[in-house]
């Protein structure tokens, strides 16, 4: 993954937050599928606050 050890390492960094946020979210209870409507508002608000257009490239 990745086309250099930075991007590869951004992307593993990436990963194990996810991972950890879904333990976290288990052990509270079962997790259910977000709609793809919520998710795309997340993203959508993700882009919006965080300045990101989605075409910026991790280091190469």
Not at 3 to 25: N, Q, R, V, W
């Amino acid at each position: 993954m990745g086309k250099s050890a930075t991007e590869a390492t951004s992307i593993a960094m990436y990963l194990e937050e996810a991972a950890m946020t879904t333990h976290l979210a288990m052990l509270r209870g079962p997790v259910e599928e977000l709609p793809q409507e919520e998710i795309d508002r997340c993203f959508a608000w993700f882009l919006k606050n965080y300045g990101q257009d989605g075409q910026k490239k991790v280091a190469e």
